[in-house]
């Protein structure tokens, strides 16, 4: 069983930036890794996900392009999401996820990912 644990959300005015933080275990160095989202009332959307074992391949949601940046820190067994230029429309419950096996490219479909921190949440104020 794969455990994630994210931290880092909180609240912000637009504008402004937040990082969150997942701590998932040694297991994952090889695992494509991603952060979703769910706004109440909403589907939970991919944001970013990442290769583990090459962390130049990543991909993003259209709506997160230029101000979201995906990062792992294998030794730290540590992913990153630096969330930039905050929107209202950013806020969500986020999560963390990892996809059991070798990363053959990143994915943001959520039904890929079997193992899921509990969520964290981000609030973004007008």
């Known amino acids: 069983q794969v455990q994630l644990a994210e931290s880092g959300g909180g609240s912000v005015q637009a504008g402004g930036s937040l990082r969150l933080s997942c701590v998932a275990p040694?297991?994952?160095?090889?695992?494509?890794m991603g952060w979703f989202r769910q706004a109440p009332g909403k589907e939970r959307e991919g944001v970013a996900s990442?290769?583990?074992?090459?962390?130049?391949?990543?991909r993003y949601a259209d709506s997160v392009k230029g101000r979201f940046t995906i990062t792992k820190d294998n030794g730290a067994r540590t992913l990153y999401l630096q969330m930039n230029d905050l929107r209202p429309d950013d806020t969500a419950l986020y999560y963390c996820?990892?996809?059991?096996?070798?990363?053959?490219?990143?994915?943001?479909?959520?039904?890929?990912?079997?193992?899921w921190g509990q969520g964290i949440q981000v609030t973004v104020s007008s």
């Open positions: 996820a990892a996809k059991p096996g070798i990363c053959w490219g990143p994915s943001l479909g959520d039904s890929d990912y079997s193992y």
């Open positions: 040694g297991s994952t160095y090889r695992s494509c």
């Open positions: 990442i290769d583990s074992e090459d962390v130049s391949r990543t």
